[in-house]
């Protein structure tokens, strides 16, 4: 073996003592940003879905006339209810199988819903906080590595 000075090559092609180019990295396991974004996502598809059922139930006339502003428009909320359900399920399912289509819906749903959350304070604070951590999640380096191709 011959003795390796700093400039050489060493064995992982890099130059002994270099620092590692991180923005090639692409890791194999998937981030934790990703793991609590798809389950924050899945947890409102499923509160959607979960409106969308009470919707057809006797409280379905409140909720219709908070949704739509009428009661008598039922049918309107529950398809939209089921609208957001799906918007929320889809990019959750396919953020884990790691699709990069999946996190950039999920951050342009994140944006929405950080707009809607702004209009409606203070009682959407909960709502705000939410996607403006669904957005940061998104954002995040270790997420946009993993989604690199």
């Known amino acids: 073996m011959t003795g390796q000075r700093g400039d050489e090559p060493g064995p992982y092609s890099g130059l002994f003592g270099s620092v590692p ?24 598809g499923a509160m959607c879905l979960l409106l ?5 139930t006797s409280a379905g006339g409140p909720i219709s006339e908070v949704l739509t502003g009428s009661r008598d428009n039922t049918p309107v909320a529950v398809a939209a209810a089921l609208v957001c359900a799906f918007i929320y399920l ?13 996190r950039y ?3 342009a749903v994140a944006a929405m819903g950080i ?7 203070p009682a959407s604070l909960l709502g705000l906080a939410i996607h403006v951590t669904l957005l940061i999640l998104m954002l ?5 590595l993993w989604f690199q191709r």
Do not use: C, F, N
Not at 23 to 40: D, E
């Open 21 to 44: 180019d991180s923005y090639s990295y692409r890791p194999a396991v998937r981030p934790k940003q990703v793991t609590i974004a798809a389950v924050m996502s899945a947890g409102l």
């Open 52 to 56: 969308a059922v009470l919707t057809l």
């Open 90 to 102: 889809v990019p959750a399912i396919y953020l884990r199988k790691r699709y990069a289509w999946a």
């Open 105 to 107: 819906v999920l951050i």
């Open 115 to 121: 707009a809607g959350g702004l209009m409606a304070l």
């Open 140 to 144: 995040q380096r270790p997420t946009k």
